[in-house]
């Protein structure tokens, strides 16, 4: 007796129905994930309904959407600097800016100055010693914090900050960090008196997929401290060995350190997260003032832009286009994952026909088979368009970086992907400095000699079962 003998022709054919009309009519989707979707439902009707309700919507719960939303709206957005962004407003790269500013009405801010740890190891320890310096408040927030050498001295700082008085907040992604969260660590850090929270925490899984999707998860990488210093970049809580996954060891990853009034901005993301996950009401925050001065030499415009599913649709992979839109001469780009939606790619395509010498770099080796997979079958358009691709091959390249120009850069969370476009809370700063910039720039530099070129040869050179097998995950990459 097979499947279909215990549920029913018509009561199939009747779900199968129903699941089709509402991919179809479903609000904000491309038209090819709509496609992907009917033709996945219609070949295989109890497997394509079964993924349609796991994986077909970006919804998290109703609740959990309705509250985000709620605390967005009650927070005070922090100041912007109106002639900072009026200058911008002037140059060849006010679209990104603008179009950045309507994700979370957070403006550009000035007077800030910004520092790239040399390392992973040197980020830690940075971070630790900023940790131990705080005066009135921590606040974390990571994706995947690992019980390994650099995760336990963020942990014993932490610990060391809440003995001496200093308030410690800390969201920990519930799926990515699952490991530390069930561990002697985190008990010791509730112990200490700092509330820590699972962001997104999953519970049940049945219920958790009923009422959302479990794969929707804090993708951020953020610590804020006494609202003047703010860490960002792509760096989880962990050592560059990444034990969980040595074999693609090791991580490779940007973190800087801001200081200046975009850190508040930085609050302004953690408080959002903080408050929807049941913590205390922290948006007094996001009313002090950063002192007004003069600017100084080498202080940086800076932005901070806030994606997720409780904001506006498409907000990353729009602001991502637009900023390659804006290059004139030169795009260098790092990315872990490439699963790019159709403006993005079309953006990058289109900056090497025109002039721009465009640099991708991704790994050479990736940690996911199916992003692999499908990174690999958009070489042939990016390489026939003129982007001069790269393959990083000194461990798994996870910097998320995007320079414009050597003068305008963007540097978080977000990776080129459709989990960061539409499921992931995602965390990045958009900047305008020559001076900063240059400094990305060598480090981009650095990962570029470490590097393989892919030519035309190297494409010629995939075989017919190797290209079925790109082409035929990349049509299922809408969905997926």
């Not at 990853?253 to 801001?258: F, G, L, N, Q, S």
């Not at 480090?443 to 892919?454: E, H, L, N, S």
Request: proline share 5%; with cysteine; charged share 25%.
């Amino acid at each position: 007796m097979g499947p279909l003998d215990h549920i029913g022709p018509g009561l199939l054919a009747l779900t199968e129905t129903a699941i089709l009309l509402r991919a179809i009519l479903r609000p904000h989707r491309d038209p090819a994930s709509r496609l992907a979707w009917v033709v996945v439902i219609v070949v295989l009707p109890i497997v394509g309904i079964i993924a349609y309700l796991l994986l077909g919507e970006i919804r998290i719960s109703n609740r959990r959407r309705q509250r985000g939303r709620d605390v967005d709206r009650s927070l005070p957005t922090p100041d912007a600097d109106k002639s900072c962004e009026d200058e911008l407003a002037k140059s060849d790269y006010a679209a990104p800016f603008a179009l950045a500013r309507t994700v979370n009405g957070l403006g550009t801010t000035e007077g800030n100055q910004a520092l790239l740890a040399l390392d992973s190891n040197v980020a830690i320890d940075a971070l630790v010693e900023d940790i131990d310096a705080a005066r009135h408040h921590v606040h974390l927030c990571a994706y995947i914090w690992l019980a390994d050498h650099n995760g336990c001295k963020v942990k014993d700082a932490v610990i060391r900050a809440a003995a001496r008085g200093v308030k410690v907040r800390a969201l920990a992604d519930a799926l990515g960090s699952r490991l530390f969260i069930r561990s002697s660590h985190w008990r010791e850090l509730i112990a200490s008196g700092a509330d820590v929270r699972p962001a997104l925490p999953v519970g049940n899984p049945l219920w958790t997929v009923i009422r959302g999707r479990v794969d929707l998860r804090n993708h951020r990488k953020l610590t804020v401290i006494d609202n003047g210093v703010a860490w960002v970049g792509s760096q989880n809580v962990a050592d560059p060995e990444f034990r969980i996954k040595p074999h693609y060891a090791p991580w490779v990853d940007i973190m800087t350190r801001w200081e200046g009034p975009v850190a508040r901005h930085c609050q302004y993301l953690f408080a959002s997260d903080w408050i929807a996950e049941g913590g205390d009401d922290i948006s007094a925050l996001l009313s002090q003032h950063w002192p007004k001065r003069a600017r100084r030499p080498g202080e940086i415009a800076a932005q901070v832009i806030g994606t997720g599913p409780t904001v506006q649709v498409d907000s990353m992979p729009a602001c991502f286009a637009e900023l390659i839109h804006s290059a004139r001469h030169e795009l260098v780009i790092t990315t872990p994952y490439f699963v790019p939606d159709e403006q993005v790619l079309t953006a990058l395509t289109s900056a090497a026909r025109r002039g721009v010498e465009t640099l991708l770099a991704l790994p050479k080796r990736n940690d996911s088979i199916v992003v692999a997979a499908t990174s690999k079958s958009y070489y042939q358009d990016l390489v026939g368009a003129g982007v001069k691709l790269l393959e990083y091959r000194c461990g798994l390249l996870h910097a998320k970086t995007m320079l414009v120009d050597r003068a305008v850069g963007l540097i978080g969370s977000a990776n080129l992907d459709r989990r960061s476009f539409e499921l992931n809370f995602e965390n990045n700063i958009l900047f305008a400095d020559k001076e900063f910039a240059e400094v990305i720039r060598a480090r981009q530099d650095a990962f570029i000699a470490d590097c393989d070129p892919v030519t035309q040869a190297d494409i010629d050179r995939y075989g017919l079962v190797a290209r079925l097998w790109q082409n035929s995950i990349a049509m299922m990459s809408p969905i997926l």
